[in-house]
């Protein structure tokens, strides 16, 4: 079959970004940022608290983390599950002992079938930010307005105070950092777009984009690159010292990262999850900061 | 009409449970699984899933297999004698009839039997409830008329299973399945009748996962035991926890692959002072007898407890 005539045409190609929603601000060519509060690099750590439903759709795409074998599927079932009952509490504890605090990202319906675990994750004086309503509840450009909508209502009834959205599986369609915008999101964790926050632009206010580097994701390193422990965490510290070693040039910045409750908190990452804690806390003058202080270091 | 969550057993935070002793104090429940598996060279089809990937006959894959029971197993017999562990054998209950040289070593040595279903290349997908229950007589009865032995534990053959496997383990009698990983603790799973545990299996280290799945190195594969074990141990301080190596003759006992799985069981062998060396039955039973009840008054305590048994709870949600 052949391509339709206009397959050549080119109508978004002018200089700088093709998207709506931030300009292009090349990093050598910007001013430099220097917080008022001193900071000169954040790290924040996301803790997706995700739940696997036994019998997921597969549209518009199945969830990395999704059911692999047929119904029903005991084992993904069952080895997600852990992560909420178990991998997570390690993963809490190991945050207590080294004194910081994280953003746990929850979906609409781990809030409502474990209380419990909402319940810590508060009372640990952690973020709680919003994850959508589940890991079978994926934004993409195929719902409806009404739709997309009805998810992000959802999301906002379970989890009223949070401020700080990530969608499930990081997709969006190009209408959700507008519909974020208007649910009273103001920092959303999809995008990685830069190494400081980002401001994106929508139809219905602004919404700031804390860049998630998918490359230091422990499900991408460990689990589909099946990396070893220690090189997850070197590279992790090594992130980190990457941002504070550009302070001087072009100013302080930001990262964050994902730490799932399924992958680094089982049994034989903890130690590995040890090191890394303590290589980034010895990095001097990086702070160790949830979403919601890392953005507002910057404004 | 499918179900989200299965209800097979109740939410219930690893942080702040009541106390697990294990026998003389011990902190840690060890057991070790070999698989000892047979796979059919012409398997029939299954519905849901092809036997082998290439198709029949996979002649690397069945090779691969039947070395493990030629070769491998005989390997890990000398490698557990060693260190004077006993294995608690996931048994493809076929290989009753085709290799029962190996079914006497192992009951020589006073080795555990479960039932890992009658082939690994007989799915549970689709079976007729008729079905289902026969493989569970014909295990129980295969391996009681070769051993003496009435089986007590059921790994689901591949991993496979339907809405009813668990309730129908529970009325045969069994003690506990190797089949759900949401735990390192055992915990009572909600079937129609019987008693029957969850015993963590640890599927993260089982060697299917390292090897064929992670690809890990023979090298990797014995430091990740050794973590998964000294953190095992540290926190059955609070609580005792469950520690499992689930292994397949055919992928660990490898030439290039024993003898650095050998430093593993060595470093676990150095801690037994803390170490409840057991088999599946002996952890599930004691964990029946003395923590059973514990266990369902503390989930019912902390609100987690929810109605209804598995696959007939309220969460039934077509499509999620």
Known sequence: MALPGDYLDYPARRHGMDNPFYGWEPAALRARREPACGLKAAATIIVPLEFFPLDPPMKPFRHPGAMVTPYPDLRHYTSRDYGNRVGVYRLLRAFAEAGITATFAANARVASRYPALIEAVLSAGHELAAHGVSTAHIHHEGLAEDEEQALIDETRLALPDAVTWMSPARNESFRTPGLLAQAGFSICLDWEADMRPLTLQTPHGPVTALANYNELSDFRLLVERAQSEDQWAQQIVEAGRSHLSLFGREGAGAFAFVLTPYVAGLPFRISALHDLLAGLKALPGLQILPARDAVAAFA | ?320
């Open chain 2, 1 to 320: 009409m499918t179900f989200s969550d299965p209800n097979l057993y109740d939410y219930w935070p690893y942080e702040g449970r009541p106390k697990i002793t294990w026998p003389g104090g011990k902190k840690l429940a060890f057991w070790i699984a070999p698989n000892i598996e047979y796979y059919e060279f012409d398997p029939p089809p299954n519905p849901k899933r092809q036997p082998w990937p290439r198709g029949n006959p996979d002649v690397t894959g069945y090779s691969q297999r039947t070395w493990g029971n030629t070769v491998g197993h005989w390997r890990m017999m000398d490698l557990f004698d060693k260190y004077s562990l006993r294995g608690s054998i996931s048994l493809s209950v076929g290989l009753i009839d085709h290799h029962p040289e190996i079914i006497e070593a192992v009951a020589a040595r006073n080795w555990e039997f479960f039932s890992h279903g009658i082939y690994n290349t007989r799915f549970s997908y689709d079976m007729s409830e008729a079905q289902e229950r026969a493989v569970l007589a014909d295990s129980i009865r295969s391996v009681e008329a070769a051993t003496g032995q009435r089986i007590r534990g059921y790994l689901a053959p591949a991993l496979t299973h339907t809405e009813r496997t668990l309730d129908l383990i529970a009325e045969h009698g069994f003690w506990y399945s190797c089949d759900l990983f949401q735990d390192d603790q055992p915990q009572p799973l909600k079937t129609r009748t019987g008693k029957l545990v969850s015993l963590p299996y640890s599927l993260e280290v089982n060697d299917v996962i390292a090897y064929s799945v992670q690809g890990w190195s023979p090298d990797r594969y014995t430091d990740i035991l050794k973590r998964h074990f000294d953190q095992l141990l540290k926190e059955g301080e609070q609580s005792g926890t469950v520690m499992c190596i689930p292994l397949h003759a055919y992928l660990v006992s490898q030439p290039h692959r024993l003898s650095p799985f050998e430093e593993a069981l060595k470093h676990i062998c150095a801690h037994r002072d803390d170490v409840w060396f057991a088999t599946g039955a002996e952890i599930a039973g004691y964990y029946r007898d003395n923590f059973w009840d514990m266990a369902i008054s503390d989930i019912a305590a902390r609100g987690g407890a929810r109605p209804g048994t598995g696959f007939s709870g309220p969460e039934r949600e077509a499509g999620a």
